[in-house]
């Protein structure tokens, strides 16, 4: 089956410790997204994809890096530099057309500490 | 500056009641406008995807309506069940914009 999986679905880490969130699709989807969603404020776009080498910065990228060497993979990395990593992050992709249905992962809670 | 306004933020419904979310978009370029469905642990998936010629869509026992003059839509649920508990989002794009702008989420408990 076709889908975009996140792991690990869990994480913890100190604080002063960048990590990496994996995302991977197999839709062959062009675009692809990174959220992050805390209670009560929604989705919040951390940096999205529409091809391959290439990415933009979302609304709240500061603090966090991507790349984009495969269609299919998307990694995030929270930094040391995040004052407050801990959340619930999420990964999606879409067909890089207007009023394309965006396909989410069951995405990662980490937390810091 | 949100954009999209959602509300009630949380909502207890009985079983078998209707469940009514809203949602005011402040842009009125906007021209797409979806609801998504997210269960606890889950990412969140489409539920139903309105345009602004469009007034009504139906899929079983959920409605979206769209009130264009003003700039409102509703997420109509009847014949409410527990399976329906689940946080609900509206969100809005606009023209060649791929990008998505959320409503803060709606959490619905539909008691037995």
């Not at chain 1, 805390?38 to 989705?43: C, E, H, I, K, T």
């Not at chain 1, 984009?68 to 990395?77: C, D, G």
């Not at chain 1, 004052?83 to 965006?102: E, G, I, Q, V, W």
Request: charged fraction near 20%.
């Amino acid at each position: 089956d076709g889908g975009i999986t996140q792991s690990p679905k869990y994480l913890f880490r100190k604080e002063g410790q960048n990590v990496t969130l994996s995302c991977e699709q197999n839709l062959n989807h062009d675009a692809m997204y990174w959220y992050r969603q805390d209670p009560g404020q929604g989705l919040r776009l951390i940096y999205y994809s529409q091809i391959v080498n290439d990415f933009q910065k979302g609304d709240i990228a500061e603090g966090y890096s991507v790349s984009r060497e495969k269609k299919e993979s998307f990694p995030l990395t929270v930094t040391s530099a995040q004052k407050n990593p801990t959340a619930f992050y999420l990964c999606a992709s879409t067909l890089d057309r207007h009023n394309s249905p965006l396909h989410f992962g069951n995405g990662t809670r980490l937390t810091v500490t | 500056q949100q954009q999209v306004k959602q509300s009630p933020q949380s909502l207890i419904v009985q079983k078998g009641g209707i469940s009514i979310i809203n949602c005011a978009y402040e842009n009125t370029a906007f021209d797409y406008f979806p609801w998504y469905q997210q269960f606890p642990g889950k990412g969140p998936a489409l539920l139903i995807a309105i345009r602004p010629d469009v007034s009504e869509k139906k899929e079983g026992r959920f409605t979206i309506s769209f009130n264009k003059s003003a700039k409102q839509s509703s997420l109509h649920i009847m014949d409410s069940q527990p399976g329906d508990s689940a946080t609900y989002f509206c969100a809005a794009s606009w023209g060649s914009n791929y990008q998505l702008i959320w409503g803060a989420g709606t959490k619905l408990i539909i008691k037995p």
